[in-house]
């Protein structure tokens, strides 16, 4: 018997099944990037409405951990309700999700204070915190330009979105944080990258906590640390500002470095044993 020929077997049939195959598979994002149809058709006289595309499924922490520079982040929202929040939210194809994910240098180069802070947050204050990063709506990054005064979060509080050009900054008050990169856009989902942790002035601009007075009551030397809550020194961030969302680094370092940390460990334990 012959092989069935099939004049129709083109490029579409191809990406319905790599779509199909993909969702039964429930997993890899890889596969429907590649099954993603051509977005622009030419204009057609038919009234035949065009038959509804599948719903993209993405898997938020997926994405994340793919590319690699978000392990900090990860950190606050794997196992957690917030995870489970912000895939409701992308799986939701009438609103869709904005991520503004802090890479593991963000978190890195933050200041001791707020480090400290950072640990000592409640439960309750992390879900807060993580659900300050994004956005119950999709926004490409050309919709940002249409957009001016506070934006509301997923949590309760509020940032400042602006936009000239492909430049787009989140100023939350104690930080503006240019948007460094894309690394996810297709509606219903973006995940854009942030060098700079988003600090809710709600809770990180309360008073620093500070250990148990000293016994001199009188001759406390002054606190080093300044009073002027401002926004923070760019670290240089102007630098990547002007490629921001033309660039798409999926960036390693990170990774390297965590490995190379593992197996310092690793090789500490066996040495020591
Ligand atoms: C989403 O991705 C994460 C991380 O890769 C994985 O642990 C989880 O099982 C995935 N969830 C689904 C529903 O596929
Ligand atoms: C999101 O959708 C996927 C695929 O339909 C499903 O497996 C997953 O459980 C959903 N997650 C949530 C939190 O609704
Ligand atoms: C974004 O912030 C930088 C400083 O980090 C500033 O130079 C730039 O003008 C801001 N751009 C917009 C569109 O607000
Ligand atoms: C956001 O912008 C409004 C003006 O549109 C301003 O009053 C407010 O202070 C800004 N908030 C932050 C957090 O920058």
Redesign the pocket.
Known sequence: MESLKMPLFNGIALAIILIISAQAQGTDINIVYLAKAPASAPFSSSPVPAPAPAPLYVNVSNVLEQAGQFKTFLSLIAGTKVETQLQTQANNTQQGLTLFAPSDGAFSSLRPQYKAMLRMLTDEQKTSLVEYHALPMFYSLGQFQSL???LSTMGSY???VSAFGAQVNV???LVNAPLTSSVFSQAPVAVYEVNKVLLP?EIFGLPIPTPAPSPEPVSAPTPALSPSVGVQSPLSSSDHTNAAAHTWPLNAKGSVIQSGLFMFVFLFLLLNQ
């Open positions: 001016s005064g506070p509020k940032f400042n100023s939350t008050g002035e």
